[in-house]
């Protein structure tokens, strides 16, 4: 008897705005936000990044969604969509952490020093303090979805893509379907 499995999604997005254009150039990415979900049709995507669509350097922890906010101002998002299964746990665990990070948003802050430090490759950690790959990495081994050895010291977007999650959709992030 095998035990439940359920599905996370990480989402790689380049929205093409001012900031993400500057990022690309430096890292040469094809995608520099990164964010996760647990439901398939992403309408909650949870990250750290802008806290107003017309603010970039106004940033947190945010729930995100394709259609409102950042992406519904920039509809020419680019993305891709990768998927995971996981424990029916597992899923849970996640589940209940993120929820506690939307209860207690306030306490959690963007890593601005982190990512300019990691742009030189040197890691920056303060407690409740993130830039959005650097959550999510931190998040997936925290949660034992990955072993801390799958990912590098310094994560970035694109290193979601070399786990052995399933690219489930690439395309415009508004065009995403389930």
């Avoid at 802008?50 to 998002?77: I, Q, S």
């Amino acid at each position: 008897m095998s035990a439940k499995t359920r599905n996370i999604y990480i989402v790689l997005s380049q929205t093409g705005t001012f900031p993400s254009r500057v990022i690309r150039l430096i890292t040469r990415a094809e995608y520099n936000h990164a964010s996760i979900s647990v439901k398939k049709d992403l309408s909650d995507m949870y990250s750290f990044g802008r806290l107003n669509p017309y603010n970039p350097f106004w940033a947190g922890f945010v729930v995100e969604n394709p259609k409102r906010g950042t992406f519904k101002r920039f509809p020419n998002t680019k993305a891709v969509v990768l998927e995971a299964e996981v424990s029916e746990e597992k899923y849970k665990e996640l589940e209940q952490a993120l929820g506690n990070m939307c209860a207690e948003h306030k306490k959690y802050h963007y890593n601005y020093v982190g990512l300019v430090l990691a742009s030189c490759n040197i890691r920056r950690k303060k407690d409740r303090c993130y830039f959005c790959s650097e959550f999510i990495g931190d998040l997936l081994v925290k949660h034992d979805i990955v072993s801390k050895d799958e990912l590098p010291e310094i994560v970035r977007p694109m290193n979601f893509t070399e786990l052995k999650f399933q690219q489930i959709y690439k395309g415009k992030l508004v065009d995403y379907k389930v």
